[in-house]
């Protein structure tokens, strides 16, 4: 009985030697995410009421789908873009951590005007980008296409859901 003893020690104190061995060198792996066309969007400049870009666009409406967005992925066509839908209208701010590649950040009212927007967000940076006023959605494109478009506070967005 007493060699029973020594051995189920022997291999609990093994077992215990193994749960604490250094695991730094392992990579978390994560998987590409891919686009999903879930609606489309269209922006649109209030100066002429007229469409300056139509969009394929994701949405994110739910916890994990609004703290996750475009990280993960590679990149994103510029014919598409993710819509963020929040409960309530309230200052929001987004940041680029697991963010791959550059983007333009648009935050937009409950009547879907844009209040402001945050130009070229690096990739991977973790500083805090704040709309200039309360916004109930965000739009993310890729970087450059606000400065394309020509637009600005004060236009709108109209977008479906398919």
């Not at 590679?74 to 598409?80: A, C, L, T």
């Not at 309530?88 to 333009?104: I, P, S």
């Not at 990739?123 to 400065?147: C, F, M, Q, R």
Request: glycine fraction near 6%; charge should be negative.
């Amino acid at each position: 009985m007493k060699k029973y003893w020594i051995l189920a020690a022997s291999i609990s104190i093994m077992g215990s030697f193994q749960a604490c061995k250094d695991n730094s060198n392992k990579q978390n792996l994560t998987q590409e995410v891919f686009f999903t066309k879930e609606g489309e969007l269209s922006l649109i400049r209030a100066a002429n009421d007229s469409v300056v870009v139509k969009l394929d666009i994701e949405i994110a409406d739910n916890d994990y789908e609004t703290q996750t967005g475009l990280m993960y992925r590679k990149s994103m066509q510029d014919n598409r873009g993710m819509l963020f839908i929040f409960p309530n209208e309230q200052v929001r701010a987004f940041y680029m951590k697991n963010t791959e590649f550059a983007l333009d950040i648009i935050f937009l009212d409950t009547e879907q005007k844009i209040v402001s927007i945050q130009q070229n967000a690096k990739p991977l940076d973790p500083t805090s980008l704040p709309s200039d006023g309360p916004a109930k959605y965000v739009l993310e494109v890729n970087a450059g296409l606000i400065e394309q478009w020509g637009i600005g506070p004060g236009d709108r967005m109209e977008f479906q859901k398919n």
